[in-house]
């Protein structure tokens, strides 16, 4: 059974900074594709950041390239995510969402989120 579980979340005034975690369970994590998505109310669930199973390759989504960092422990089956020079609009619900190496397409497992919320 696949568990995903976030954990870092919490109000930071803006330009501040928080890391993000997510410890898989489950899975091997070193063969599965690791993702944050984020939603905040109101708005539908947005890609943020990617990371290959390898950890070799990233992408960002262009709202928070440049301040985010995405980074993997395969040996602990932990993601994180650097957040810097937070801004207002990054308040949301911080998914993170695996998805094995040989699959495409939707992310099959989700995390239950974990909050940030970034004061002016």
């Known amino acids: 059974q696949v568990q995903l579980v976030e954990s870092g979340g919490g109000l930071v005034q803006a330009g501040g900074s928080l890391r993000l975690s997510c410890a898989a369970s489950g899975v091997t994590f070193r063969v599965y594709n690791m993702a944050w998505f984020r939603q905040a109310p109101g708005k539908e669930r947005e890609f943020v950041a990617h990371?290959?199973?390898?950890?070799?390759?990233?992408n960002y989504a262009d709202s928070v390239k440049g301040r985010f960092t995405i980074s993997r422990d395969n040996a602990k089956n932990t993601l994180h995510l650097q957040m810097a020079s937070l801004k207002p609009e990054d308040t949301a619900l911080y998914y993170c969402?695996?998805?094995?190496?040989?699959?495409?397409?939707?992310?099959?497992?989700w995390g239950q989120g974990t909050q940030v919320t970034v004061s002016s």
């Open positions: 990371i290959s199973w390898t950890g070799e390759s990233s």
């Open positions: 969402a695996a998805r094995h190496v040989a699959a495409s397409g939707e992310y099959p497992y």
